[in-house]
């Protein structure tokens, strides 16, 4: 394998292992100032050991994202030193302040974590409410610096140098916006499902049901509130990536032919070679409506741009489809859930708590899904349009290597973090059963 | 503004020094203790560091940040050349992180216990030295400049920059300095019956702090290294280094006297003038590569975004320094600590 593809491997892995870890990091401390809320308020038990349960889990959790957010900031640097030699100046702002958000962050998790029973209540509820801001401010700034690739900005380009530097300029770069957006919201859905999905499997089983329903239904409002506002973002980024970056939208659809009044391809199977796509539905003129919000503006298709700046049209393609996908069946379930208020007798049945089960995965799957879409979608470039990601990697060989040391080290690493999770739900089932 | 972000840059590395350095140091005192006493340490350690310890490695972060962004040529060549001791370094940094989590949040207390530790241990001897070994490489003059790769094998410009005599001394001599710092703190920590353990462990470490630190001088006199050359001449470098080894005696007797606070001071105040004269004694030429010496300011970021990147630093310094200060207020009187 090339230097290059083994590089864009472990970049990929070491990235889809930490977003999981970090969103859930930065989503499920909302879940436990909601909880830490109600005991402060009705003084029920339940809502304390559900806080302090989630809060062993938010700790776990952090230091694994705290760790391969380290660890990430150094693979910038050590797999693709070209481009940090040029990017790193210009886009410093956003991870300076990140920096700032994510030690507000550790400190806030510090005075919360040991501050039971030491601290002033409110003020210990307080800090729990900072973890979760700074969290969420540590995400956009994060994904700030990643819009940058999509849409340099804050600087001119002449004859191969970066002049002109203007750091404010591009942190607030044309995609930082509705990349942040869409990316809260998804971390949102994501983990509501998943963490919602978790104790359903424990009322499935009829464990400990009071307690985990609590639990359920904190972080499923939260995941079905998301869900159900995330097409109204996804309509914003869409129309965004159509005038910025229409090769990327054209792999999206695996559109080849520009057209005017484009119809949108649900599914199909992508044969790069012959540029055919069998098996689709497509649904007329939606394309065109959706990117432009008119029915027959004129979509530019990847024949329209050399071949040599396609991006993997293939998988591209899925990863979209996987997303939205995905996305769709979470909103429902999204409604299902908040009609599930009025209509109290389908949480009695077992096909409720069986669809959530089902459903934990599929905000992560469509999550990273829709990061493979941005990134992938990006190539060749890593600075679009500016620098190819071939030229940005490190001249050091044998990156494959690396590649599989960090698969050894995250895959168990994960497995671990599983397993951990796994005994403390066992813990949390037998002490409150004694409650 | 530069000097600013030259201020913030040499702050972040002394707090992650004496932070992460008596975090690390911990896991060594840890390993080099009996069984018995393993168990104390680590509890001791846990009540001490427990709720900063997120906060102790967030320097490195802070570290790295200002390099890449306002010294890219130089966060460009450490990076390619690098490249290996720095991954191994973050692999002990996760094991270390995760196993320090996992021993303290696992909702069961079985056998597992014992790998959590094993791993915590080893990977407190291991980072530390290998983060002193790639501050060795980068002033042994062994690192190959990006544009002069094509003459060099793979070993020449992978390997030979930090896996070196040099390098390795300089990685001992930084983990016996981690050890010392966390042998001190945990002085003022212990009970009674176990001061006595580390007050032992802060005399071994002293010992082999300037041991190890005479050897590398030594070794580096004897073999012409250019910065070891330059640090003996230059007055400020000596002068702190003196100055350090006369804070041995004042550090000494407030330990003996159970002054917590101020025997933590002194240690403290000696390592950051070992580490300020380390930096003094060849600034701004701080990398030094076959082909020469090169200076941290040649190829710095423009103007504006050193400008930025300052606000920045004043900003998040102003929003997190009191918040960790009120932290370490609020638990350092805290005995009994239940998660």
Redesign the interface.
């Known amino acids: 394998m090339e230097n290059l593809d083994a590089a864009r491997l472990q970049m990929a892995f070491t990235l889809a292992f930490h977003i999981i870890f970090a969103c859930i990091g930065m989503v499920m401390p909302f879940f436990m100032v909601v909880s830490h809320y109600k005991w402060l308020k009705t003084r029920n038990k339940i809502y304390l050991t559900l806080t302090k349960s989630w809060q062993k889990g938010v700790a776990i959790f952090f230091v694994t994202g705290a760790v391969s957010g380290t660890a990430l900031s150094f693979e910038l640097g050590l797999l693709w030193p070209e481009f940090m030699k040029h990017a790193g100046p210009i886009i410093g702002m956003p991870f300076s302040l990140e920096g700032a958000a994510f030690f507000v962050e550790a400190i806030a998790l510090g005075f919360y974590l040991y501050g039971w029973n030491k601290l002033n209540e409110r003020f210990h509820w307080i800090t729990g409410v900072i973890i979760g801001i700074s969290g969420v401010a540590s995400g956009i700034l994060v994904v700030s610096a990643n819009g940058w690739m999509n849409a340099p900005s804050g600087f001119d380009y002449i004859n191969g140098e970066f002049l002109n530097i203007d750091p404010v300029a591009a942190f607030l770069n044309p995609a930082w916006f509705t990349q942040a957006l869409h990316m809260i919201l998804a971390a949102f859905t994501a983990t509501g499902f998943a963490v919602g999905g978790v104790h359903a499997y424990q009322i499935y089983k009829k464990r400990n049901v009071a307690l985990h329903k609590k639990a359920f239904k904190i972080a499923v409002t939260f995941g079905a509130i998301a869900a159900i506002l995330q097409p109204i973002s996804g309509d914003i980024s869409a129309k965004d990536i159509a005038q910025r970056q229409p090769v990327k939208l054209a792999a999206m659809e695996a559109h080849y032919d520009t057209e005017k009044g484009a119809p949108l391809y649900i599914g199909g199977i992508v044969n790069e070679e012959t540029q055919e796509v069998k098996y689709k539905i497509a649904i007329p003129k939606a394309l065109s409506f959706l990117s432009f919000g008119d029915f027959d503006a004129e979509v530019k298709g990847l024949n329209d741009f050399p071949k040599d700046t396609h991006p993997p049209v293939a998988i591209t393609h899925y990863a979209f489809q996987t997303m939205v996908g995905l996305g769709t069946i979470l909103l429902i379930a999204g409604i299902i859930f908040l009609l599930s208020y009025k209509k109290k007798h389908w949480m009695d049945t077992k096909k409720y708590w069986l669809l959530f089960i089902l459903l934990a995965p599929a905000g992560f799957i469509a999550l990273e899904a829709g990061w493979v879409v941005t990134e992938v979608g990006r190539q060749p470039w890593i600075i679009y349009n500016i620098m190819k990601t071939k030229d940005a990697v490190t001249p050091m060989p044998g990156m494959i290597y690396s590649f599989y040391m960090y698969l050894f080290l995250y895959t168990i690493l994960a497995v671990v973090v599983t397993w951990l999770m796994q005994r403390q739900i066992k813990v949390l089932n037998k002490t409150s059963v004694e409650l | 503004m530069i000097y600013v972000v030259l201020f913030f840059l040499a702050f972040s590395l002394f707090l992650y020094v004496l932070l992460g350095g008596a975090d690390f140091g911990a896991g060594i005192v840890e390993l080099f203790s009996s069984k018995e006493n393993q168990q104390i340490t680590k509890k001791t350690i846990y009540r001490v560091m427990?709720?900063?310890?997120?906060?102790n490695?967030?320097w490195?972060?802070?570290v790295?940040?200002?390099l890449?962004?306002?010294f890219?040529?130089y966060?460009?060549i450490?990076?390619?050349s690098l490249?290996i001791p720095?991954?191994l370094?973050?692999?002990g940094?996760?094991l270390r992180?995760?196993s320090?989590?996992?021993r303290h949040?696992?909702?069961?207390v079985d056998e597992s216990q014992k790998i959590y530790n094993g791993l915590f241990r080893f990977s407190s001897v291991f980072t530390p030295l290998l983060l002193g070994m790639t501050f060795g490489g980068v002033i042994s003059g062994s690192i190959i400049l990006?544009e002069h790769?094509s003459q060099y094998n793979?070993g020449e410009?992978?390997i030979a920059s930090w896996f070196n005599v040099f390098s390795l001394l300089t990685g001992i001599f930084f983990s016996a300095l981690c050890a010392f710092l966390s042998a001190t703190l945990l002085i003022g920590e212990a009970d009674e019956a176990h001061e006595k353990i580390y007050r032992r462990k802060s005399a071994i470490a002293t010992i082999v702090v300037v041991l190890s630190g005479s050897i590398l001088i030594i070794y580096g006199y004897v073999n012409d290294f250019v910065f070891i050359k330059d640090f003996i001449q230059n007055p400020y470098s000596i002068s702190l280094i003196g100055a350090s080894a006369l804070v041995l005696i004042p550090l000494w007797i407030h330990i003996r006297k159970g002054h917590k606070i101020l025997s933590r001071f002194y240690a403290g105040l000696q390592v950051v003038m070992i580490i300020a004269a380390a930096m003094i004694a060849h600034f701004p030429y701080v990398l030094i590569t076959k082909q020469g010496e090169l200076s941290l300011l040649e190829g710095v970021?423009?103007d504006?975004?050193i400008r930025?990147?300052g606000v920045?630093?004043i900003?998040?310094g102003l929003?997190?320094l009191p918040?960790?200060f009120h932290?370490l207020k609020?638990?350092k009187m805290?005995k009994v600590?239940?998660?």
């Open positions: 427990g709720p900063i310890w997120e906060a490695h967030i490195i972060i802070i790295m940040v200002i890449w962004v306002a890219p040529v966060f460009n450490i990076m390619i490249h720095l991954t370094i973050l692999i940094i996760t992180g995760v320090f989590i996992f949040y696992d909702a069961v990006p790769l793979f410009v992978y970021a423009p504006s975004v930025v990147l920045s630093l900003v998040g929003v997190i918040g960790l932290l609020s638990f805290i600590l239940e998660p």
